[in-house]
């Protein structure tokens, strides 16, 4: 089977091992693991970092198997920026062009959301050549633009992106199958395609890969270096750790503020790992604080260093976050930490169901604090908290079965609806 996967805004999976994979470089691994043969379509700018690798569109063949197909785009110095609009349009269009080159089409095409742009126009290159494409949502788009104005104007902006709402519709409708990271962003899928659930969709959670290293009682040169770099104890040391992007949706303020009011706890750390559009702004303010570490973006293997010395994982949400299972507890869950987590719904439901952790009040820097210090008082019971979170992501969520699964899925509609329409509203 030859699929092509869609992604713009995740690293690239086969860079070098301390890239952590995200999803579609979890998918990637386990397809070529199973002899498929995988091309991967992302844009030449780098959406973590903002770097722009090419000037103009490149192919690149790993070896037989594995290709990456870099797509042409401007690119954009902000995530909330004029800019990224115009760069996702060119990159659709970018798409569109070279996949119409194309002599040898794939057997099947997954498609991640976000983005719609790129998503309408596989989706329809798709429709035109009865070939399956998989629509998986991993955000709720363009849902989420509704939650960056005060509610009372949510008819107006909804009235405002008429178009973009339309085009959700479309993709939803005409895919062959529906996938998503979990049953609350299947069901909007659902609902945007106004249908029922059918035998081509399927809910896969996000998922980590196993570290290494896990339950490794000594520490690398390299990591104690690193550790040392960062001021972080290897004893006598409680550590709050956050991993993200600093986007919208994740409260850092809210951590840092948090913060102040744990300072006189001389040995609790709060440690910040990630990079986003306020970095400096929040960079300054907890540099400010004695018992916050702000370490910038890290590479896979330094984040694991760090989460070892960890005890408690923050999944540190704002109020108006759209987020049901993201991929920040499962890399937690990973390392056998406990969370702490703001988000409700389908996660908060996980973590009273088996144990593995607490809430708090999104928004709030004196409920995070209380969490923490419960933490903090509580070491036996947070350590079964943790053994209990690893043993979940080792039966439930550990990216070798995850994406096993997720192949035979999408093996199987490649034979069910190869060369067939499936259900589509033509384009």
């Known amino acids: 089977m030859k699929i092509w996967i869609i992604t713009i805004y995740e690293p690239l999976p086969f860079d070098d091992e301390k890239t952590r994979p995200q999803r579609c470089g979890m998918l990637a691994r386990a397809l070529l693991d ?21 000037k103009a569109s490149v192919f690149e063949s790993i ?30 269009e970018e798409f569109t062009r070279l996949a119409n080159d194309r002599h040898s089409p794939p057997d099947i095409i997954f498609a991640p959301i976000p983005i719609l742009e790129l998503a309408q126009v596989a989706t329809s290159y798709a ?38 709402f339309r085009r959700a519709e479309y ?10 990271v979990s049953k609350a962003y299947l ?38 270096a690193l550790l040392e770099r960062f001021g972080i104890s290897q004893s006598n040391q409680f550590l709050a750790t956050y991993v993200g992007t600093f986007s919208s949706f994740c409260d850092i303020k809210n951590i840092i503020d ?7 706890y001389n040995d609790i750390r709060i440690v910040i790992i990630g990079t986003g ?15 916050v570490t702000m370490t910038g973006w890290l590479n896979a293997t330094a984040i694991q260093a760090i989460l070892r010395q960890t005890n408690v994982g923050l999944v540190a949400y704002s109020k108006d976050a759209t987020m049901s299972l993201p991929n920040k507890p499962f890399e937690y869950m990973a390392e056998g930490l406990p969370l702490l ?5 389908e996660l908060e439901e996980l973590i009273q169901r088996h144990g593995i952790g607490r809430s708090y009040e999104a928004g709030n820097p004196r409920s995070l604090a209380d969490g923490i210090r419960w933490f903090y008082g509580h070491p036996e019971e947070a350590r079964q908290m943790g053994k209990r979170s690893f043993a979940l992501f080792s039966t439930n969520f550990r990216s070798d079965i995850v994406y096993k699964d997720f192949s035979e899925h999408l093996e199987w509609i490649a034979r069910r609806y190869g060369g067939k329409q499936a259900n589509r509203v033509r384009p």
């Open 34 to 54: 199973r002899g498929h043969k995988v091309e991967i379509w992302t844009s030449v700018f780098d959406h973590a970092t903002h770097r722009r690798l090419y």
């Open 127 to 164: 429709c035109k050549r009865n070939i399956p494409v998989i629509v998986d949502v991993r955000d709720i788009w363009p849902d989420i633009y509704l939650t960056m104005f005060p509610k009372v104007l949510e008819p107006i902006i909804k009235a405002l992106l008429t178009l973009e």
């Open 258 to 264: 948090a913060a102040k009011l744990l300072i006189d």
């Open 341 to 345: 987590s703001s988000l409700r719904g």
């Open 277 to 291: 559009d306020r970095s400096k702004e929040f960079t300054d303010q907890g540099s400010m604080l004695p018992n």
């Open 63 to 92: 070896d037989e198997r594995i290709s990456i197909q870099f797509i042409k785009g401007r690119g954009y110095p902000r995530d909330r920026s004029l800019k990224r609009f115009f760069h996702n349009r060119e990159t659709a």
């Open 171 to 180: 993709i939803f409708k005409n895919a062959t199958g529906i996938t998503a």
């Open 187 to 224: 069901q909007k899928g659902l609902s945007y395609a106004k249908r029922e659930h059918r035998s081509a969709d399927g809910v896969f959670p996000l998922g980590s890969v196993k570290p290494v290293n896990y339950g490794a009682s000594e520490f690398s040169l390299e990591e104690v």
